[in-house]
């Protein structure tokens, strides 16, 4: 059991045997180390998926490149989304949630300290038996290799007829490992959440992060479990030779899709739920203001977790569907813009009459109400679904999940990072550093996604290796291509950043941003069992009343 | 609303259960939306015959381990082990059937999971909820082991209480999946 | 004049489209300059100032006049967005056929398209011929999409937005382009290693022209005794099992319909043009043009490749 309080390994003090300490790490059961280890496991693989990205920016850079061949190339956007998705955004948000969920209702640890771990190493086997198949199947050319299926993997491509070899296993198996360990962590923050606050917090007192990680976890419950269930039914395919997605036998190719998308349209949500917790704290704080409008916020956020369960087959547009099914699905997701809208709209309008800071943490945060809200606009475009027709499939909607994901979610996580990293560390990042890592990051973010909207309406499908020279995608493309550089570069100060002020960084006390909510109550890093005595709260935001005793916010809310 | 410290088993269970139901209907879906399509093979009217006994002995298990945990929370602890141990043997038997009809569908009817459309999703459904009965007589079983060992008294009979959800729950989802498979499907 | 371009239609179901994309595009953009208008004030105008007193600002809880109008409006936004939508998909989706529509079946192949028209007796491969539609006397081209083995989806911009092609799920799309010309796509379903090269030309020719188009694809295979020794060698090695020349012993169904193959413009689905040298290179080596498509190297020596790609030559 740790006693130890230091976060990181200790440097400089020779105390302990390097043994010792990754023992300490590998057995830990404590939300915060569990939470510091998927976020450096997600770093780690967001490299990795940033690698496979831009190799394919490579081989895209003009028409008939060969940089790579077909196979490969197909083999990287599979391994890029999936590793994206399940490897890098879902222990981001499960690493966040980990480490600041129970410092955020004064809890000492989450309600299953053991389950957490399991379901970390979960996560973390899945994701290293998703990169084994690199090395680990043999058999026919093609087939004992990295999955090339695409991360949605649609039926009858992952029969054993067109997927020969253990590759489309590989990816099965990965996904319904890890995905066990979500609905693991998902249970743990529900019944933290649930059961664990401290005295005074109610529901209607706690965090704004907290209700997202609340909303998200039941919709890990929902949504994953389909997906699970899917990929059973293709294993019984694969290898009992079952016929659930096998159309030569009666099987239906779009039920396979029905079930993955009831998953994968929740997902984004699950995704995107953080992002918007990272947002609803840290735009207050550098506003200098309350959140506006916290109860409508919260219906918004539960509003969103029934009506995205709701929306799935807009992704399925092009598929088929009766036009009666069409048009419910258009309206389905025309109407869960509304409490998203609402959400923005909030976010301004705490921003509004505020006195607002910019640091780093805040311009990640108005990089990404700018972006998601273009975002938001382009899945309008979408979902009105004979525009889909033309756009869907295309790099258009490439362009547009990767605004929500990397315009909106990844730039709330930095925020994030540098927003509790004092709080993690100890010490403070580097501004400088920052600054450089927003504004490279925001020029090549921009170059990439922007201008990629533009082969998708002219006409440029998605998943191909190379292009015809006759169609004017040339030149867009390698406009695309060139924004991967400057996303490098940023994210390389980043990470830099990262490491070098863990070392020499300032010391950063227990609240460097004069925040309000209980986890800058405790030391920075917090000891292990993370407060001296549990909170007892009057408001939502208890520092704010500690502060300004005269003013306390339950004279008012 | 402010929840107490000691009902997080209890929330934790009913999210299992909530991602398992979810499990659960996608394979229901599935069936339902695959009943009539098989290009070839037996039909369920042909080859399925209705488990009334072993459905009955299931649905009774839930009655037995209520009274077994009621018993318990009392203090009597003998009569817990006994109804406990009624528990198990009702799902013990209730897999016996399950095992004895698929014996006879695959060796008489020629019934198997690759046959047709029907196959596939029946012994997947079936089979999915037969894997959780086992689960859980393995876990009634723990409880047995331990209480003939004597180390389970009234002070856990909370938790037994939220073990026994789970089982509830595996009769429940029978409830359905005997409905779709034996009533609507045939 | 970019080729793909979704904004550029000649056909009744990219027009319905591109006008209902204006409407979208216009909302779209104008909630975006409202809001992008907000969050430049606001960043702008309620920045801390370098003399600042270091006070916080009056804290602001919350409003429900504001919460609901912004409710409302978006509301409104989105029954407007939903209700124009919800016109254009029956006026596609529920469009009755018409009596003079010309019937294509296309069936998706990895990685190349079949085409039958079932009611003129024509198989063709890879390159789609059908006629003008005279506004005021719509002759559409009904397009029936069945697959042969995995997901494929057609899209040719300037015609109609996509539909995909799934095995045991047939669906059909239809155009009636008002303009002659020669329309390009791809397929847009990932279906495998060549996805990227399963190309569409759609010809779009007078009536006339595609009535003679017809009726030549109806003829049987050009028999000519000069290249006898390549014909013997195509009928008597693998090339059969695959592919048919109407009017000969080859009649196989699993590669594209060969009987006339020189009336295309390009080979293997598009990815190269239709000229000896290329002819020879993918009967000789596919891999070389497209790594991972399912026709094989043949194995032939120099003597037979040249035989057979002289009698393939004269497949008119």
């Given at each position: 059991m740790s006693t130890d309080s230091a976060v990181w390994p200790s440097t400089g003090l020779a105390s302990r045997p390097l043994v010792d300490t990754l023992h300490e790490w590998i057995t830990t059961v404590d939300h915060k180390r569990l939470g510091i280890l998927y976020m450096a496991y997600a770093l780690l693989f967001l490299v990795v998926g940033g690698i496979e990205a831009a190799i394919m920016r490579v081989q895209l850079l003009r028409p008939h490149n060969d940089f790579v061949s077909p196979q490969v190339f197909n083999r990287l956007f599979t391994m890029h989304g999936t590793t994206m998705i399940f490897f890098v955004l879902m222990p981001l948000a499960f690493g966040f949630a980990n480490y600041l969920v129970p410092l955020m209702t004064g809890a000492r640890d989450m309600a299953f300290p053991r389950l957490n771990a399991f379901s970390f190493w979960l996560t973390a086997f899945g994701g290293l038996l998703l990169y084994f198949s690199l090395i680990g199947a043999n058999g026919l050319y093609g087939a004992g290799n990295a999955p090339d299926v695409g991360w949605f993997a649609y039926a009858p491509l992952t029969s054993k007829t067109f997927s020969v070899g253990h590759s489309t296993d590989f990816w099965t198996l990965a996904l319904l490992v890890s995905g066990f360990g979500s609905i693991g962590t998902a249970i743990n923050l529900i019944t933290t959440i649930l059961c664990m606050r401290c005295p005074g917090m109610t529901l209607g007192k706690m965090p704004l992060l907290a209700w997202l990680n609340l909303v998200m976890s039941g919709m890990v419950i929902l949504a994953v479990s389909p997906l699970t269930a899917a990929q059973l039914m293709l294993l019984v395919d694969r290898y009992l030779g079952g016929h659930f997605f096998d159309t030569q036998a009666g099987g239906s190719a779009v039920i396979w899709m029905h079930f993955f998308w009831i998953f994968g349209h929740p997902e984004v949500y699950v995704l995107v739920l953080p992002a918007f917790a990272f947002a609803s704290e840290i735009i207050p704080v550098f506003s200098r203001?309350?959140?506006?409008g916290y109860p409508v916020m919260v219906a918004a956020t539960i509003c969103i977790g029934f009506v995205a369960m709701s929306v799935w087959a807009h992704h399925m547009f092009t598929v088929g569907l009766s036009s009666n099914a069409n048009t419910f699905f258009v309206l389905s997701t025309m109407a869960i813009a509304v409490p998203t809208g609402i959400k923005i709209f909030n976010w301004l309008a705490t921003m509004w009459g505020g006195k607002i800071e910019f640091k780093t943490p805040m311009l990640f945060c108005i990089g990404f109400l700018f972006q998601f809200l273009i975002a938001g606009l382009t899945g309008i475009m979408l979902g009105a679904a004979p525009f889909d027709w033309q756009l869907g499939s295309s790099y258009f909607v490439v362009a547009h999940f990767h605004y929500v994901i990397v315009g909106g979610i990844l730039f709330t996580t930095f925020g994030a990072f540098y927003y509790w990293f004092p709080k993690m560390s100890g010490k403070m990042y580097s501004e400088a550093l920052g600054r450089l890592h927003f504004w490279l990051f925001l020029i090549g973010f921009h170059l990439t996604f922007d201008f990629m909207h533009i082969p998708g309406m002219l006409g440029m499908p998605r998943r191909i290796y190379t292009y015809e020279p006759d169609r004017g995608w040339d030149i867009w493309n390698l406009v695309v291509s060139i924004g991967v550089v400057f996303q490098t570069l940023g994210i390389g100060f980043f990470l830099t950043n990262l490491i070098w002020s863990y070392f020499r960084g300032r010391v950063a006390g227990s609240d460097p941003w004069d925040a309000w909510t209980l986890e800058w109550s405790t030391t920075s890093p917090p000891p292990a069992y993370n407060f001296a005595s549990i909170p007892r709260v009057k408001s939502r935001r208890p520092l704010w009343d500690l502060k300004h005793p005269d003013d306390p916010d339950w004279k008012y809310e | 609303m402010q929840w107490e410290y000691s009902a997080r088993g209890r929330v934790a269970m009913f999210g299992l259960i909530a991602a398992e139901a979810a499990i659960f209907t996608i394979f229901v879906v599935a069936y339902i939306f695959y009943?009539?399509?098989?290009?070839t093979g037996p039909t369920p009217k042909d080859v399925l015959s209705v488990p009334i006994f072993y459905t009955i002995c299931l649905l009774s298990s839930s009655v037995t381990i209520h009274v077994a945990v009621k018993a318990l929370s009392k203090g009597n602890v003998r009569g817990f082990g006994a109804w406990w141990l009624a528990t198990i043997t009702l799902g013990t038997a209730f897999m016996y059937g399950t095992v004895t009809e698929w014996h006879r569908l695959i060796y008489q009817e020629g019934l198997t999971i690759s046959k047709n459309l029907f196959g596939t999703t029946y012994y997947s459904l079936v089979g999915l909820h037969g894997f959780h009965v086992i689960v859980g007589l393995v876990g009634l079983s723990m409880i047995a082991i331990l209480t003939l060992r004597g180390n389970v008294r009234t002070a856990h009979a909370e938790r037994v209480d939220v073990f026994s959800l789970y089982w509830h729950f595996v009769d429940a989802v029978w409830v359905v999946v005997f409905t779709v498979v034996y009533v609507l499907g045939r | 004049m970019n080729p793909t371009n979704i904004f550029a239609p000649v056909s009744t179901p990219a027009d319905s489209i591109f006008g209902l994309s204006l409407f979208v595009l216009g909302v779209t953009a104008a909630i975006f300059a409202v809001v992008f208008s907000l969050l430049v004030y606001s960043v702008v105008k309620f920045r801390k100032r370098n003399d600042d007193d270091g006070r916080e600002p009056p804290q602001l809880y919350g409003s429900n006049q504001i919460e609901l109008a912004w409710t409302v409006i978006p509301v409104l936004i989105v029954v407007a967005l939903f209700v124009a939508t919800a016109r254009v998909i029956a006026s596609i989706q529920r469009a009755v056929p018409s009596r003079n529509a010309i019937e294509v079946i296309a069936i998706g192949h990895q990685f190349w398209w079949e085409y039958r028209y079932p009611g003129l007796n024509v198989v063709t491969a890879n390159e789609l011929h059908v006629p003008l539609s005279d506004p005021d006397h719509p002759t559409p081209t009904l397009i029936k999409l069945l697959s042969a083995d995995t997901d494929h989806s057609f899209w040719v911009p300037r015609l109609a937005g996509k539909t995909d092609l799934i095995p045991n799920h047939p669906n059909s799309t239809w155009i009636d382009p008002h303009e002659t010309g020669l329309y390009l796509g791809q397929c847009a379903q990932y279906c495998g290693t060549q996805h990227a090269k399963m190309l569409l030309r759609v010809y779009v020719q007078s009536r006339d022209e595609f009535d003679r188009w017809i009726q030549e694809q109806g003829q049987p295979a050009v028999l000519n005794d000069a290249v006898s020794q390549g014909r013997r060698i195509f009928e008597t090695t693998a090339c059969i099992n695959c592919h048919t020349v109407a009017g000969t012993v080859a009649n196989g169904r699993f590669g594209p319909d060969l009987t006339h193959l020189m009336s295309r413009d390009t080979l293997a689905a598009g990815a190269v043009a239709n000229t000896p040298e290329n002819l020879r290179l993918w009967i000789g080596n596919p891999e070389a043009i497209k790594p991972g498509s399912l026709m094989p190297s043949m194995g032939l020596n120099e003597q037979d490749l040249e035989a057979v790609t002289a009698y393939l030559e004269t497949l008119r």
């Open positions: 203001k309350a959140i506006f | 009943i009539g399509k098989s290009l | -």
